[in-house]
């Protein structure tokens, strides 16, 4: 791909994240001073909605069943009397032992009353429980009775400054309570606080310019590293750029899955998986096609058909891997922290290839920090911010997360690669190999006379037949040692009769 018509392509992408990003903010901030000057409640006739979290108890026979973190989605609808409102209230449960796994926020608890609009009003309210989520008491749904207390917080009282801080204006509603089954011999007792979805928003809207940044950055990254395309190609590991394009795959799809299922803030989620869909199918599928025809040659200069079966043969293998991971994430949710942890070693596969082969990467260093510490920001977030918008509120909380342990043994982990990745460059690509692991290597120092006026094809000097630092190939064609070490550099094939060669130890 021409060089302007990438930046022509990278200015496009920014403009419709740009703006993309600001109709949502733009939007919502319209939508919060209409509420702001209506109030949290809606006086037009429309219904509205809020979400409270909290924590909550269940007994049973005067004993504590479990105990744990209460989610909780409540709607009203106005009617002809000012002071009654219909209302309606999903629960879902959290138990605390289960709080490091992953939860989807699925309700358990249903619940439909007359609220009373007092200034401590009360809602009287009847409901079920999802036998499909609620597995306490068997596959039938339980009858429920429910009292619940609607607790104003004012200007004048305490609670005021701690909402206020966190940038919460007027009148807001906390809500205790008790919930009974007494068919099914339970009750169940909580507290919740109001969720500040305009705070939320913002952070989402913050959130998603950030990670679009990171992308952004990323794609730079690609095409400056894509521009080095000589025969140093082929030494770049097939599995490293792989690992990464599945990994940007899996965000693209986990990001517009999560806005599909929440319905919340779907543009700033779907312009996240936008790019991530871009990087991972534009460019670093581009690049395994670059490094593939580099090995290859041969191959694809047999024709548009050897080409064809070629790139198939690599789509079906990178896709078929990209639905089977898929697959294994959906049913591995609660390890996903693990997962990602896994996805974080894609330095690996180059490192493995290099002392194998015995061969320096052709990976710039400005790649390697590049790629190393703008993969390491996001996970870093999701697992060591214990304020991010995955707690619970409306995207789900992450299995683990907050855990500083996690983070440090990440950046250990990433640390250690790119470590790795410059020690070879330095003292060599087999540098930590000790000698009885080495691998068979060729004598380039072995002896072979050489008949007087031979000349090294490289730098057209004529060689000494008593000179040390001569090497001869295996294809039996004698250079300098520095001379072919520095064409190997270019290309792994004789100057002379175009045999592959073996590394030179």
Not at 145 to 151: E, F, K, Q, R, T
Not at 368 to 391: N, Q, V
């Amino acid at each position: 791909m021409p060089e302007g018509r990438c930046d022509l392509v990278l200015l496009g992408w920014t403009a419709f994240i740009s703006f993309s990003l600001a109709s949502d903010y733009f939007w919502g901030r319209a939508g919060q001073e209409a509420d702001d000057k209506n109030g949290l409640g809606n006086t037009q006739g429309m219904p509205s909605s809020n979400i409270y979290t909290g924590t909550y108890t269940m007994e049973s026979n005067g004993s504590i069943l479990q105990e744990g973190r209460l989610r909780m989605l409540m709607g009203n609808q106005p009617t002809s009397l000012m002071s009654v409102h219909l209302s309606a209230a999903s629960m879902s449960l959290v138990p605390k032992e289960s709080r490091r796994g992953y939860h989807n926020l699925q309700p358990d608890l249903f619940l439909t009353g007359v609220e009373f609009m007092q200034a401590n009003g009360r809602l009287i309210a009847t409901g079920t429980t999802d036998p499909r989520n609620f597995h306490s008491f068997g596959n039938r749904a339980c009858s429920l009775s429910a009292s619940l207390d609607m607790h104003q917080v004012g200007e004048d009282s305490k609670a005021f400054s701690k909402h206020h801080r966190r940038g919460v204006h007027g009148s807001m509603p906390d809500i205790s309570g008790q919930v009974s089954a007494v068919e099914c011999g339970f009750s169940l007792r909580f507290e919740t606080m109001l969720v500040n979805t305009a705070l939320l928003s913002q952070k989402v809207i913050h959130y998603s310019i950030w990670v679009n940044l990171l992308c952004i950055f990323q794609i730079s990254c690609f095409l400056s590293q894509m521009k080095e395309d000589g025969p140093e190609v082929s030494k770049v590991s097939m599995a490293c750029i792989g690992l990464q394009a599945l990994t940007d795959a899996f965000d693209s799809f986990l990001h517009m899955a999560l806005g599909l299922s929440t319905q919340y803030m779907f543009n700033s989620l779907a312009v996240i998986a936008f790019v991530k869909f871009l990087l991972f199918s534009f460019l670093e599928a581009r690049y395994l096609l670059i490094i593939l025809r580099h090995r290859r040659h041969e191959q694809f200069a047999q024709g548009w058909e050897v080409v064809r079966r070629e790139v198939s043969q690599l789509y079906t293998q990178f896709y078929g891997a990209l639905l089977i991971g898929m697959m294994i994430i959906y049913q591995s949710l609660e390890h996903l922290d693990f997962i990602v942890m896994l996805l974080q070693a894609y330095w690996v596969p180059q490192i493995l290839r290099d002392a194998w082969y015995g061969s320096r990467s052709c990976l710039k260093t400005s790649f390697i920090w590049g790629i190393s510490l703008s993969r390491l920001l996001l996970p870093l977030y999701l697992w060591g911010c214990p304020k991010s918008i995955f707690r619970g509120d409306i995207y789900p909380r992450l299995p683990g997360a907050p855990s500083s342990r996690w983070c440090l043994f990440l950046l250990l982990a990433q640390a250690t690669q790119v470590g790795m990745l410059l020690l070879q460059r330095r003292y060599g690509p087999r540098f930590f190999v000790p000698w009885a692991c080495m691998p068979w290597a060729y004598n380039y120092g072995r002896f072979m006379a050489i008949e007087p006026g031979t000349e090294c094809v490289i730098c057209m000097v004529e060689l000494n037949p008593e000179d040390g630092t001569r090497c001869v190939t295996p294809c039996n064609h004698a250079f300098h040692k520095a001379c072919l070490e520095q064409w190997m550099e270019v290309k792994m094939e004789c100057p002379t009769c175009r045999a592959e060669l073996p590394p030179i130890m």
